[in-house]
């Protein structure tokens, strides 16, 4: 007959194992997830202790102080429940945009969870640890259009932005710069432009190209909002103090100043000279073509609110659609035979047809339009030399690295 206090003996351990088996499962259930939750809340702490610390940067201030006193708002003090470490370090040279200066700033929080059930098996304190790093990028001064030697902003995909597919199109030759278009690209065979180590990058499709990037969709220009933004003020308008000068009484040089271009067909079959200078057209309705003779050459506006700008014509709502379009901003350009010219050249809203180099060492330009093509049989040349072209400052930037 068995012994009824040895079976209650029994029982009691019994009991005891599940209780404490209970216990593990609440210390499982609630304890765990209070430190899950507690983990989540100390990794959005990181990411924006970190941030904030990229932010003060680009504003100048003090990265830890402002980086720890964000992690403290949310409630990681570095106190008896929590440890932040703020660590600053300098970007690597050439990982900012521009080779501009930046900073990178981690942040990691070591964060102690008071059990409850836990404490039954032994377990007073669960403890979590967060990492997070930001970058900011400082101010730099870049060239328009991520450096392109030719943009092309039409944003069809049916009407080739960027066309270099007519059976007498011209041999391109690009040296510094790629070629951008807003919609699509075409090339009559993969030996008509030569890319020079730099790639043909299209918001639609791209063909017969040695590089290209096609649908690169993350890259697309709003036009025209987006060119609006870059374009400079009208020097022509009559507002007092504006910059415009009238152009010269007689002959096609033009020289210190910004000047107004009403009439551009006037220009047509002569040599365009600039020294110092910029042409400002507010003519929505030219072409351009200098048959059998003239051309472009010389140097841009070096100081200003228009540096480096060679040429800059007025947006046109009714872009221009094709070189056989009548009542539209049509222009054939060609190096005139004695020199090159650099200086960008912004034509928002324009057809550029490139019919040629008078100059073995190309155009230094970065080519602007609307529709940017070749239709003619001589060589293309364009040697784009991005410290002889416009550039924009660009902000400082920041951004979670992880």
Request: proline share 4%; hydrophobic share 30%; charged share 15%.
């Amino acid at each position: 007959m068995k012994n009824k206090s040895s079976e209650k003996g029994q029982a009691l351990i019994l009991i005891a194992l599940i209780v404490i088996g209970l216990f593990g499962f609440a210390a499982l259930a609630i304890d765990g997830s209070m430190s899950f939750s507690d983990r989540r809340h100390a990794q959005n702490a990181a990411d924006t202790a970190a941030l904030a610390g990229a932010l003060t940067y680009s504003r100048g201030g003090d990265i830890a102080t402002a980086a720890q006193a964000r992690a403290t708002s949310n409630g990681y003090d570095g106190g008896t429940t929590s440890d932040v470490t703020v660590t600053v370090t300098d970007v690597p040279s050439g990982e900012c945009p521009g080779n501009a200066p930046g900073k990178d700033v981690t942040v990691n929080i070591i964060s102690y969870v008071n059990t409850t059930f836990a404490r039954v098996i032994g377990r007073n304190q669960l403890t979590n640890s967060v990492t997070a790093t930001s970058r900011g990028c400082g101010y730099y001064v870049g060239s328009l259009f991520d450096g392109n030697a030719v943009v092309a902003l039409n944003p069809s995909t049916s009407n080739c932005a960027f066309d270099s597919g007519q059976s007498n199109a011209a041999h391109w030759k690009l040296e510094g710069g790629g070629i951008f278009s807003n919609g699509c690209a075409h090339s009559k065979n993969n030996d008509s432009v030569d890319l020079s180590g730099h790639c043909v990058t299209t918001v639609g499709g791209a063909s017969n190209f040695t590089c290209q990037q096609p649908n690169q969709t993350s890259k697309s220009i709003s036009y025209p909002a987006d060119v609006l933004k870059i374009m400079p003020p009208n020097p022509c308008d009559g507002t007092p103090g504006d910059a415009g000068l009238p152009p010269p009484a007689s002959g096609s040089t033009f020289t210190d100043g910004i000047y107004c271009i009403s009439d551009l067909d006037e220009y047509d079959k002569k040599d365009i000279v600039l020294n110092n200078a910029t042409l400002y057209v507010t003519d929505t309705d030219f072409n351009l073509k200098f048959a059998g003779g003239g051309g472009f050459s010389g140097t841009a506006t070096s100081s200003g609110t228009y540096e480096d700008y060679y040429m800059i014509i007025a947006y046109d709502p009714t872009p221009c659609q094709s070189f056989n379009d009548h009542n539209a901003q049509v222009i054939q350009y060609r190096g005139n035979g004695s020199g090159t010219f650099s200086g960008t050249i912004l034509a928002p809203s324009a057809c550029l047809d490139l019919r040629g180099n008078g100059e073995s060492s190309g155009i230094h330009t970065q080519i602007i339009g609307y529709i940017v093509s070749s239709n003619g049989n001589a060589e293309v040349y364009i040697n784009y030399q991005a410290e002889e072209n416009h550039q924009e400052p660009v902000d400082p930037s920041i951004q979670l690295l992880r």
